[in-house]
């Protein structure tokens, strides 16, 4: 099954940053609102932000406004997720996929680990 392919996660400080990239395929990318999830230790799944296929339309779970922003490029079918003023809270395995329902398999993820 196609999956999206994450990468860009490491090793940060505190109030350092990571850009995240995610190459997903063809028209499910690109007629889709996708999205960013993450998942800490013991934790779900949750959703981290979001945007519609334009780019134009973009939304962000509270504990990241105004420290994420989330783009996509969808001549290259890849979305992107700049991090900035990450916490040891964001630490987690981040996933890209569709918002809702996944229409993807999950993909590997990349780790994310903020500490000093």
């Known amino acids: 099954q196609v999956q999206p392919v994450e990468a860009g996660g490491g090793l940060v400080q505190p109030g350092g940053s990571l850009r995240l990239s995610c190459a997903a395929s063809?028209?499910?990318?690109?007629?889709?609102?996708m999205a960013w999830y993450r998942q800490a230790p013991g934790n779900e799944r949750e959703i981290v932000a979001t945007i519609n296929w334009n780019g134009g339309i973009t939304t962000y779970t509270d504990y990241v406004k105004g420290r994420f922003t989330i783009s996509r490029d969808s001549a290259k079918n890849t979305e992107y997720l700049q991090m900035n003023s990450l916490k040891p809270e964001d630490t987690a395995i981040y996933y890209c996929?569709?918002?809702?329902?996944?229409?993807?398999?999950w993909g590997q993820g990349t780790q994310v680990t903020v500490s000093s």
């Open positions: 996929n569709t918002r809702g329902a996944p229409a993807y398999s």
């Open positions: 063809g028209r499910t990318f690109r007629w889709n609102v």
